[in-house]
């Protein structure tokens, strides 16, 4: 027995000589050899460590920096020395590292004397590894590690592991100072449920920030730093309350550079863990924080938008941004609360989604992505985490699209007082259904007769349109609805809907299916369409023809608070400002004469507006596109049940409801929940004209001697 300790003591020693000559040696073999197959690791940890670019989490602000959402890879909250209060240190300190203050790195007396006791006993019983070398294994770990492979290489129980830290403690203490190091060790460790470093460990156990930490707090903070997992105070209360007193008593100790006295110890202990339920992390992505059953629509969208204009989701969740949206809590309250008033969250198989977008000629800004759904992931309380407001749905905006067919018009000389043909019914030379003629009727209580373009967008003949749809041209049609801001929905889908994939395979396009089909009910709206796209048609009308990509993004800002650029698309000149004053013109009697005219009514609406209801033929969507020259929008509203059928309108108070055939219109639910929602986005601001409207004539001065009014 006496042989064989003495051989494990010899060992020891032997050991330690290495260590040593690793440490102050140049490498050459054997355990400098060791050291040298981490060199890369080293360097990238040290060149890491200099730029101190440790995961963050991002953040997602509304226009007024409010936070909406946060995205992750790690819960941290980075923390500067003077940010972290004394009691943090000295509990960490003292139970982690009592004589951190003292070491260079390695602590060569606790290193053998856990060796000693490990060899004599047969097992782990004592741990060495300094606050130091304990930064180094964490920060290899969290931090450089792309793959888990690494991470596991990081913590693997080898001497070429412990050389590796021991070298990179001794350089960093020659080039670090002790509260750097302290620091970085405290923003970099894990303490459990997902959350890394002090920062956010305050935030998330208590609710507080990391220089208001308590004695009580601290310890327990320390404590859980040891086995985050077994000590989890919400599983674990007791194991975690005994160890978070077991690391007050050694705050208290005489031999410790920073510690409370006795008294206060005591006290400390008497306290009770006091940890959030529940916990205060945040949640990570586009569910849960504040209003996210409303902003989830606009954050994903966010999201998105990112990722294809220079921010991916993984450099999203690392690299401590600031994204201020371009997202106002008016308007999207406002679009809620109406798209819930007219289809409550709950209606079976009904959603209501709604776009605000403001006009503008250097930028679209995307004001409100709402829906009477809520986002989340629990369908039984009306809840969806799929987009179904910026992305291209399966079910058309019907008479919408006639807006095109008008656009094409004008931007061949027509006038929006020149008269077109409204027979009760027509048989188009140009189209086919199928092998059969195509023929169309009008809309229930739509009477046939001649009128000007501009009376037949406000009441929406369908016989008229397809009439029209032939002096224009199909494919000049499909051009100018992609001209105006469907660029997705044209473009970008193939006819089912579907994103087109990069390598063509379930293409053509929606676009191209229309003109090689030559299908003429295009200008009836069947085809699949985006919400976002519909109310960014308006906005592009109300910018003279100049067509921006909707952008939900005021600004980016990098962790150090540099502007970080994207590479969004420019504007364009999409049509003439004179056909975007026709169409303006041409679509500003919906509200008065039109087919949102009792909609309009209802709230009683009196500002200069254009507008355009649609349905589709089986009554599974209607929808509404309108705007004033401040604000935009577009509402679809549509069957969204694994088997859709038609809509019917309840009238009045009632919601709507499935029903089989279906009698629901654009001027029904989707107008009435556009007004709603724009009447109290507007409130306050001033009436303005649309584009077009010819100058009031100014005052006329009265005759001489005339007397004063």
């Known amino acids: 027995m006496r042989s064989g300790v003495l051989l494990k003591m010899f060992g020891l020693c032997v050991l330690a000589g290495v260590l040593v000559a690793a440490l102050l040696l140049p490498v050459a073999t054997g355990a400098g050899a060791m050291v040298n197959q981490t060199t890369h690791a080293m360097s990238k940890m040290s060149s890491s460590l200099a730029k101190q670019e440790m995961p963050q989490v991002s953040t997602v602000t509304d226009r007024n920096g409010k936070p909406i959402a946060y995205f992750f890879k790690d819960y941290r909250v980075e923390t500067r020395p003077d940010q972290i209060a004394d009691t943090m240190k000295a509990a960490i300190t003292a139970v982690e590292d009592k004589r951190y203050w003292h070491h260079g790195g390695v602590d060569w007396h606790g290193t053998i004397r856990a060796l000693a006791t490990n060899i004599g006993s047969g097992e782990t019983a004592q741990g060495a590894s300094t606050i130091t070398q304990q930064y180094v294994k964490n920060y290899l770990v969290h931090v450089t590690a792309t793959n888990e492979l690494e991470a596991e290489q990081a913590k693997e129980t080898t001497i070429a592991r412990k050389l590796r830290e021991a070298k990179i403690a001794v350089e960093l203490e020659r080039t670090m100072s002790k509260e750097e190091i302290l620091t970085g060790y405290l923003n970099v460790v894990p303490f459990g449920n997902q959350t890394f470093g002090v920062g956010a460990a305050a935030q998330t156990y208590f609710g507080t920030t990391p220089d208001k930490l308590t004695i009580a707090q601290s310890a327990l903070l320390a404590a859980v730093v040891n086995q985050p997992g077994s000590l989890n105070p919400n599983s674990n209360p007791q194991d975690a309350l005994a160890r978070r007193n077991l690391v007050i008593d050694l705050m208290a100790d005489n031999n410790n550079d920073i510690r409370i006295t006795k008294e206060d110890a005591e006290i400390a202990k008497q306290e009770p863990l006091g940890v959030l339920s529940p916990l205060g992390r945040p949640p990570n992505g586009c569910v849960g924080i504040g209003d996210g059953t409303t902003d989830g629509f606009f954050c994903t969208y966010v999201r998105d938008y990112l990722e294809r204009y220079g921010i991916d989701t993984d450099q999203l969740k690392v690299g401590g941004y600031t994204v201020r949206t371009t997202l106002d809590r008016t308007a999207s309250d406002a679009a809620k609360q109406a798209a819930q008033k007219q289809v409550p969250t709950q ?243 919906d509200d008065t004469e039109g087919t949102s005219r009792a909609a309009a009514q209802a709230v009683q609406w009196a500002r200069p507006m254009i507008g355009k209801t649609g349905t589709t033929q089986e009554h599974k969507s209607a929808a509404f596109l309108a705007a004033t020259p401040q604000m935009a929008g577009a509402v679809l509203t549509y069957s969204d049940g694994k088997r859709p059928q038609g809509i019917c309108d309840g009238g009045g108070d009632a919601p709507p409801y499935l029903c089989g055939d279906g009698n629901i219109y654009g001027g029904k639910v989707p107008a009435r929940t556009w007004f709603d929602a724009m009447t109290k986005i507007h409130n306050g601001l001033p009436t303005v004209p649309l584009p077009g409207t010819p100058a009031a004539p100014p005052a006329q001065a009265p005759p001489p001697g005339a007397p004063t009014p």
């Open 347 to 589: 209606t079976e198989g009904i959603a209501n989604a709604m776009s605000v977008v403001e006009p503008g000629k250097d930028k679209h800004k995307v004001r409100a992505l709402v829906a009477n759904r809520d986002f989340g992931n629990d369908p039984s309380k009306g809840q969806t985490a799929y987009d179904i407001v910026s992305r291209v749905q399966p079910f058309g905006a019907g008479s919408i699209y006639k807006i095109f067919t008008a656009g094409a018009a004008l931007e061949r000389g027509m006038d929006i007082y020149d008269t077109i043909d409204v027979p009760a019914s027509y048989t188009s030379r140009v189209y086919k259904n199928g092998l059969a003629p195509y023929t169309v009727h009008n809309a229930e209580g739509v009477r046939p007769g001649p009128r000007t373009l501009q009376m037949a967008l406000a009441t929406s003949p369908n016989t008229g349109f397809v009439a029209l749809l032939e002096r224009v041209g199909l494919n000049n049609a499909v051009d100018m609805a992609a001209k105006l801001g469907m660029r997705k929905s044209i473009n970008g889908v193939n006819a089912l809907g579907s994103t087109l994939k990069d390598d063509g395979s379930n293409g053509p396009s929606l676009g191209d299916s229309i003109k090689n089909r030559n299908n003429g009910s295009f200008t009836l709206g069947f085809t699949p369409t985006s919400v976002l796209e519909l109310s960014n048609v308006a906005a592009t009308i109300m910018s003279d023809g100049v067509y921006c990509p909707p952008t939900p993004i005021e600004e980016v800002k990098d962790r150090y608070g540099n502007p970080v650029p994207l590479n969004e698309p420019g504007c364009e000149q999409a049509v003439s400002p004179a056909v975007a004053t026709g169409l303006a013109q041409g679509l500003s009697k």
